[in-house]
């Protein structure tokens, strides 16, 4: 297998195309945009043992994280992104196989991220059971809640948005690592605070948003 | 069916039953001792190519509640090679939320608790337990 020769690939196909799409290179194999409404849209391509794959996914910007990392928990690879097939492409044929990428981020991939991906269409995603419809096994209850809550959060709707974060506290449970339990203390402080002052509530997101683009470096 | 070499269990939720009655660990195990069977030698460079096609093979199952060489950080799936992350072989969905791994193992290697542990945490921090590990040799 020759990695270089698939970046390579990937580089010709998607580098000006994606360009023109709004994303820009992060690496040889990530794709990002940010959106006006602080929505990460990614596109990562994973060379692996047996094969590659590329995932799409979407992050908002505006969640209170413990890690702040580009996270791939709302998406998919392509592979398995509403079809079926293997999800590995082979190297043995890797023209074919960045060909049909790009084929299904134009027929799946693009417009997911047109219709679902801002503040509104995260809730709407979510809130309708969208997550099952296209398959996305990665996207746990934890992250759905907590994406859910801080999209409500973001767009005004405070009281469901509190709601919703405490139910993503009560699914912590005891045995949880350490970190995450000190990650639920720091959300009870944030909850509470927008609790108390409500119309606190964006410039307390808008310091979420900063330190999540400062240590994305995006 | 599994040579009674697999089974090292961790949490508390079952894998889930497959076709023909089998569950999807003995269907893995079977995977894993056609490829123990054909693939002669030791080593790393043995162990390397058993992985790849072991992974290879449950790629072609085709399952949709499968997914291989994922990596995890923190509870959050990331990228190949993101620093700190883990990457699990074999990791099986179901549909309670609770998720099983599947973990090759070759050659004198065995899984260990902390290699759970760290798994687990990987994977799920949020409740660990919901994490079960299952060695397949």
């Given at each position: 297998m020759d990695k270089k020769l698939i970046k390579k690939l990937i580089k010709n196909e998607f580098g000006e195309f994606l360009h023109t799409e709004g994303f820009v290179s992060k690496s040889e194999t990530l794709f990002l945009k940010v959106t006006p409404d602080n929505v990460l849209h990614i596109i990562n391509f994973d060379l692996g043992s047996i094969g590659f794959t590329c995932a799409i996914a979407m992050q908002p910007l505006y969640t209170f994280e413990h890690t702040k990392v580009v996270s791939l928990s709302m998406g998919e690879r392509l592979s398995r992104f509403r079809i079926v097939q293997k999800e590995w492409w082979s190297y043995d044929e890797p023209e074919k196989g960045v060909s049909e990428i790009k084929e299904l981020l134009i027929k799946n991939g693009l417009p997911w991220f047109e219709q679902y991906g801002t503040p509104f269409g995260i809730v709407e995603f979510i809130a309708t059971g969208k997550v099952k419809e296209y398959g996305l096994?990665?996207?746990?209850s934890f992250h759905q809640k907590q994406y859910l809550g801080f999209s409500l959060l973001y767009t005004g709707r405070i009281d469901e948005g509190i709601k919703c974060i405490y139910e993503l506290i009560s699914?912590?449970?005891?045995?949880?690592?350490e970190f995450i339990l000190t990650y639920k203390g720091q959300l009870v402080d944030l909850i509470t605070q927008i609790k108390n002052q409500p119309d606190k509530t964006l410039i307390i997101i808008d310091d979420i948003v900063k330190e999540n683009k400062r240590c994305l470096k995006i | 069916m599994a040579k009674g070499r697999s089974g090292f269990f961790s949490g508390t939720a079952g894998s889930g039953a497959e076709g023909a009655g089998k569950t999807m660990q003995q269907t893995l195990q079977e995977l894993a001792d056609d490829i123990n069977a054909n693939t002669s030698g030791n080593g790393p460079v043995v162990g390397t190519n058993k992985h790849s096609q072991f992974k290879a093979k449950v790629d072609a199952l085709?399952?949709?509640?499968l997914k291989t060489e994922q990596t995890f950080l923190n509870g959050q799936p990331v990228s190949?090679?993101?620093?700190?992350g883990v990457r699990v072989d074999v990791i099986e969905y179901h549909p309670n939320g609770t998720v099983t791994v599947y973990d090759l193992k070759t050659g004198g290697a065995t899984l260990t608790q902390s290699r759970i542990t760290q798994i687990q945490n990987a994977i799920?921090?949020?409740?660990?337990?919901s994490v079960i590990v299952i060695q397949i040799k």
């Open positions: 096994k990665l996207f746990d699914e912590i449970s005891d045995t949880a690592a | 085709g399952n949709t509640n190949y090679g993101t620093k700190g799920n921090p949020t409740n660990p337990s």
